[in-house]
């Protein structure tokens, strides 16, 4: 895209940047659900050969 | 503003504090769920615009200077007039930036080293090429292949879908808009 000649420099330099602040990281408000515990393996059956 | 003495190959050089407002366009990607929206320029190649962080030039063809420089054609480029937007090829995403840092002003537009989209909005290419901006609202956003996402009017859609451009999913614009301005935390941009 051609925007033509240059006409001028401007050296800006803003009081506050036009950057909105980095997004909050957020902590969970309660506690963590429990994990539950796993169940134990059932016992094999061992079928006598 | 105040004249500076400084001279950047022969042009008049001024300091402000105001960051100056421009337009500009994107190509669009992401997600197939419409998440992780990214603005990238519409110049293969170019580095994209990462949400809530500061947009910054740099020179592909000369290591040797900071961008922009007064006799390359380097920086983030803006356009002074809307219109002059359709002109560019494939853009999903018209917007406000600010600028600001060095900015080198041309007759129609402006090279910055520094900038931040401030409102942005989707927009049917095909309808903003041969119409207006107004006449560009989008009902949904195409997503095809490598997540590049399209907007689209539904008339458009059906052009597309007739000349062997399926997508390969469709999303609600309106969505897919809400959460490009949540993603860039930024306002609706009403044209």
């Excluded at chain 2, 105001?18 to 190509?27: D, G, K, N, Y």
């Excluded at chain 2, 910054?56 to 937007?85: I, K, V, Y």
């Excluded at chain 2, 903003?128 to 996402?149: G, I, M, N, T």
């Excluded at chain 2, 859609?157 to 007739?162: D, M, N």
Aim: proline fraction near 10%; hydrophobic fraction near 40%; charged fraction near 25%.
């Amino acid at each position: 895209m051609d925007i033509g000649l240059p006409k001028r420099v401007i050296e800006i330099e803003p009081a506050s940047l036009p950057v909105p602040e980095p997004a909050p990281i957020l902590e969970p408000s309660v506690d963590p659900l429990p994990v539950p515990e796993p169940a134990p393996e059932p016992a094999r059956e061992t079928t006598p050969r | 503003m105040k004249a500076a003495s400084s001279v950047v190959r022969g042009l008049p050089t001024e300091v402000q504090v105001e960051p100056i407002l421009a337009w500009r366009s994107w190509t669009l990607t992401g997600r197939r769920d419409g998440e992780g929206l990214l603005l990238r320029p519409v110049t293969a190649g170019s580095k994209a615009w990462r949400p809530r962080e500061v947009a910054q030039a740099s020179c592909r063809l000369a290591w040797s200077h900071e961008a922009p420089n007064a006799d390359c054609s380097c920086g983030l480029h803006a356009t002074r007039e809307l219109d002059f937007l359709r002109r560019t090829r494939c853009p999903a995403v018209l917007g406000r930036v600010a600028l600001w840092g060095r900015v080198i002003e041309h007759e129609h537009g402006y090279r910055a080293r520094f900038a931040y989209p401030q409102r942005l909005r989707l927009i049917c290419q095909f309808c903003f090429w041969q119409e207006s901006a107004a006449a560009s609202k989008p009902d949904v956003v195409s997503w095809y292949a490598r997540d590049l996402l399209v907007p689209m009017c539904v008339h458009h859609l059906g052009v597309a879908e007739a000349n062997g451009m399926r997508p390969r999913r469709i999303l609600p614009a309106g969505i897919v808009d809400l959460r490009l301005r949540e993603t860039y935390a930024v306002d609706a941009l009403a044209v």
